[in-house]
């Protein structure tokens, strides 16, 4: 290191370190200025030198303040509250200020901070080092006692305090640059005095300091203080005084550091050996107790017995097979589930096994012969694994009331991965099953996540709950229609124009044609009624080009539909939904009741309810009912007016307060709100043949008496707008004769979201399509 341009030999005195005495009062004096400008004439001590060469502080080599040295710059001493001689006036008000913080007066026998290895900035014998070797020198008040060996505070290669560091950055502004390149140690703290009252206050930083007398000297060895060999303290390989404090401080922290490496090494050696534990492969099922089972593809099969977690209560005593996710680990006195590896404490864990909606808690205990190495492989499998158990079912002492297999558990005898899991999931199982309400606190899933990562989320039992019940739904559908003669249908999707007569299809190129994706199979049920079919329906994709961001509307869903013939009124169509939709109201009730339960636990709703005797109300009984309830938007002519969702809502209300009842139907709807394809009102032709259904205030079937006569189907469809030649095959088709006939199309989620009382159809729907949401 080259020799610094700056170096200063006066002892920085913090008013933490230092304590004040009033006898240092003559420092402040003009005496102080004599004295120091005697010393620099004597050479006994300079306060500010600068050396010919550039370097780093602290000096090193020979004093720049020796014969031969050149004296560039001499900064003036000075007391309290005088500003130091900085070259850079920010740098000079913003220390000059921390300065007469300084100034207090010293106290005897306390230490320095001393020099971080890192480059901080500190004070070095009362000097700070800055780039381009500018240093400043903080001459306050001194002792007049022997001031302080502060070489016994430094330790040799290590020396420096975090504590001391901090303390003492507080006194410098943050714009201080940093040096240049670290301060590379060791250094030490050199200190020397004369006789002279000043002189006491110099510090040396430099190695090749000499006393300028020999009694200074002496008294300097006396207070174990070395400058350049003439202490009797042990030196460093660099040449720097080591006291025997800080060989001793040096010998104990090596010591600290060697015990430090050594368990270092063991911990480093224990997570190896758990780690290979923890990856522990399947070599074989029979003799191997737990482990990472290789791929299943197919390449052999075995003759276990595998038992559905549902069917366990009918078990009890035998060792059985069951396959499910790990839900949930803990040890044995944990009250929180972690997904993470633990030590589980008495050799005992808990894993709840899921199979679909049923779960079951396991047991592995090392007091039934399992080691611990086993507890602690299946306490690190990632929550959500797919595992093989074989155990024996037992009844537990006390009823399980985290599970829903309450009388049984497990006792695991071997336990293997088929499917590892990601250690890091989207979101935790347990916070996306919280209840709605926010009763038991604890995070809740947001439902964007949820929809994002759509195949997590469908694990929940509440999701596993809806779409059984949506499932059952279409079953009872099915079941229904069956019973009573109508034969089921798969109608194109693909078709050469709107089905619905408006413009919310999704046009497409078919082969260099337009075409568009069916909006509803009402086209083609109408032209099975011209082929002799009677009653038909049919399940499938319902696709509406409708830019609507609402709680209910979806872009694609899933239709019921039916279509029926009829001898003398509409209101046999009428009849037969009727008795549909109780038939399923009652077959899920029935059918269901758990999955419903499931669903309420997470999210409350009041049970849906139905009398046995619907309400018929027609469009204009249900507008006075409005009218007389004082809602507003309502007018006097309604032969074009619709009901908006609001309106709908109000009704729904006020029908359910009227009748008890939330499932009722709406019957002829003005004629100029309802499809080409619907029958004029006989007795109003502003009116029409129509009806709408509606469950919980909102609608859930849409039908009509659809027009069987070819010229007046023309005549509607010129009416609305529809080309006709867009749909002549449809429009001919009548005219080879059919039957009077109706129907409806229903919303299957819908109807789902309403009878369990959800609060959005994205809910119910497997993976839904909505304006924004294409994927997954």
Known sequence: MERADMCAWNCLHHRKNFGFRPSNVFFAS???????????????????????????????????CEPGASVREVGPPFSGGTTCPVPNPLYRAKIGRQVRRLASGPRPNRQLPCVARD???LPVGGALCLPQSHVLTFLVPGSLHRPTAVSSYIKGPSVGTTHRLRTFSKLLPSAL???????????????????????????????????????????????????????????SAEGATVSKKAQKKAEKEAAKEAAKALKREALEAEQRAAQAILQKKVEDIATDAYGYLPIIDS??????????????HHHVGEVVWIRGRIHECRGKDDREYVAVVFSPSGGVAFLVLRERQQTVQAVLDTKQGLGKDMIKWVCAVPMESVVDVQGKVVAPEFEIQSTTQKGVEIAVQKIFCVSKAAQELPFQLRDAMRPEDGSEGGIRVNPDTRLDNRILDLRTPVNQAIFRIQSETVQLFREFLLKRGFVEIHSPKLIGGASEGGASCFPLKYFGRDACLAQSPQLYKQ??????????????????????????????????????????HYSEVLDVLDDLFKFIFRGLSERCKEEIDTFHQQYPAE????????????????????????????????SEFDLNTEQERTLGK??????????????????????????????????????????????????????????????????????????????DSFRLGTAPHGGAGIGLERVVMLFLGAKNIRQVSLFPRDPKRLTP
């Open 177 to 235: 640059p940093r040096p240049a390149q670290p301060l590379l140690g060791p250094w030490n703290f050199v200190s020397g005095y004369t006789r002279s009252p000043f002189s006491r206050l110099c510090c040396s930083l430099s190695n090749s300091c000499k006393m300028s007398t020999p009694e200074a000297k002496r008294e300097d060895a006396a207070a174990h203080v070395g400058c350049n060999g003439d202490s009797s303290s042990p030196l």
């Open 607 to 638: 049970p849906f309810t139905w009398i046995e005797k619907t309400p018929r109300l027609t469009f204009s009984e249900g507008v006075q009912m409005l009218r007389d309830a004082g809602c507003p938007g309502v007018p006097d002519d309604v």
């Open 119 to 121: 480059g901080s900035w």
């Open 299 to 312: 390449g052999s099969r075995t003759d276990r017995v595998w038992v559905p977690v549902a069917n366990l």
């Open 30 to 64: 003009g005496s102080f200025f004599v004295s120091c400008l005697l010393f620099v004439v004597t050479g006994v001590c300079t306060p500010l030198c600068k050396s010919r060469n550039s370097g780093f502080f602290p000096c090193t080599g020979r004093s720049p």
């Open 527 to 568: 032209m099975a009624m011209c082929a002799d079919f009677d009653r038909v329906f049919e399940i499938g994709p319902v696709f509406r080009a409708e830019n609507s961001n609402t709680h209910r509307h979806l872009c694609e869903f899933t239709g019921l539909d039916l279509e029926m013939t009829f001898k003398e």
């Open 654 to 731: 006020l029908v359910k307060a009227k009748y008890g009842t939330d499932f009722y139907m709406l019957i002829q709807y003005p004629l100029a709100v309802r499809p080409f394809y619907t029958m004029p009102d006989p007795h109003d032709k502003k009116f029409s043949n129509s009806y709408d259904f509606f469950m919980r205030n909102e609608e859930i079937i849409s039908g009509a008496q659809r027009v069987h006569d070819a010229d007046m189907l023309t005549e509607r469809c010129q009416a609305c707008g529809v080309p006709p030649s867009s749909i002549q095959t449809y429009i």
